[in-house]
């Protein structure tokens, strides 16, 4: 009978097992661990396998992605200028620059039909800062606006109009921008226009600034491009002002327009006389101006400012600078 323990002892009695005769001396004898390298070691020229990882699936994208982006052929003209001007508002811009594009855009939409004025707007000041100067305002075409004024330095959603509208008028009349003191001893006046019969809100299609000043010099009479008498010409008789001639004596003035604008689809109406009647009988309280006692100056006129100026004031408006 065959036991567990029988099997161990047969196990433990056998006999050794014969080693196997030595090779040949002719053989060359190779040691086992040379055919075996550690793990870690590689071949010098075999090519390392390199693991994809998340980055290098992101490189991969990023480039298959730019492959497949579709290029734009430009063409280079120089015989055409990029620069062009707008036949509509008279902004130079360029051409393909995108922030330029949106600025003529907004721009020529404003110096064309002006600017919108909402009924918040007309809340938050009615009573307070908003004075209606003048209602149903009637114009040459036969219809009807109003007039309106507050002051220049005036804050929130109104203040924030008056800028926007300031930034057209002095990109439109390439002027710099008025300075704080200048705000702050100044009225503006609004002309407002309601967009059609149906519609409540209004437009803002005209804009006068009136400003506090003390002294302004007289025009000449004399025409600049031909004059008659050469001796006004030297610096010690006649001063030159955006290309207007005046005496170099400063007179006391109360008033001056620093800046007038009407939207040129809504001009040879009356809108500008209006509003420069406006505020000629409203900027001091109780004391009604005359243009034609040479009580009202305006801050260097463009050429159609200087018509207006020339035929509201019947040659008595003077011509004062600005700070």
Same mark, same amino acid.
């Given at each position: ?11 433990? +009695? ?5 080693? /196997?005769? /030595? ?10 661990? $040379? ?8 071949? /010098? ?128 009349? =390439? ?43 007289? =025009? ?6 031909? /004059? ?50 406006? $505020? $000629? ?15 009202? $100056?305006?801050?260097?006129? +463009? ?21």
């Amino acid at each position: 009978m065959r036991t567990y323990g029988s099997r161990i002892r047969k196990a433990q +009695t056998a006999p050794p097992t014969q080693s /196997p005769d /030595p090779p040949s001396s002719s053989t060359p004898t190779t040691m086992p661990n $040379a055919l075996k390298r550690p793990l870690g070691e590689t071949m /010098p020229n075999r090519p390392t396998k390199r693991t994809r990882t998340a980055q290098n699936t992101k490189k991969l994208k990023s480039t298959t992605e730019l492959k497949q982006k579709a290029l734009t052929q430009l063409h280079f003209c120089i015989d055409q200028s990029t620069l062009h001007k707008c036949p509509l508002c008279d902004l130079c811009y360029t051409k393909g620059a995108e922030e330029d594009v949106a600025l003529h855009k907004a721009h020529c939409s404003r110096v064309q039909k002006g600017m919108e004025w909402s009924k918040e707007e007309d809340k938050e000041g009615y009573g307070t800062s908003i004075t209606e100067v003048k209602n149903r305002v009637k114009l040459n075409n036969g219809r009807h606006g109003r007039i309106i004024s507050f002051p220049a330095d005036v804050g929130g959603k109104i203040g924030t109009k008056l800028s926007s509208l300031l930034q057209t008028v002095n990109l439109c009349l =390439v002027s710099p921008p008025l300075s704080k003191p200048t705000l702050q001893s100044s009225k503006a006046y609004l002309f407002l226009l309601p967009q059609d019969s149906s519609s409540k809100s209004e437009s803002i299609v005209g804009c006068v600034i009136a400003q506090r000043i003390e002294v302004a010099m007289e =025009v000449l009479e004399e025409n600049a491009s031909d /004059p008659s008498d050469g001796s006004w010409k030297s610096p010690d008789s006649a001063r030159e002002v955006a290309g207007i001639f005046c005496k170099p004596q400063k007179l006391p003035t109360p008033m001056g327009i620093s800046r007038m604008f009407v939207s040129s689809k809504h001009r040879r109406q009356g809108i500008a006389r209006a509003l420069l009647a406006a $505020a $000629a009988d409203t900027f001091i309280p109780g004391c009604p101006l005359d243009p034609l006692k040479s009580q009202i $100056a305006f801050s260097q006129p +463009t050429g159609d400012g200087n018509k207006v100026m020339q035929n509201w004031g019947g040659g008595r408006i003077r011509i004062y600078e600005e700070d």
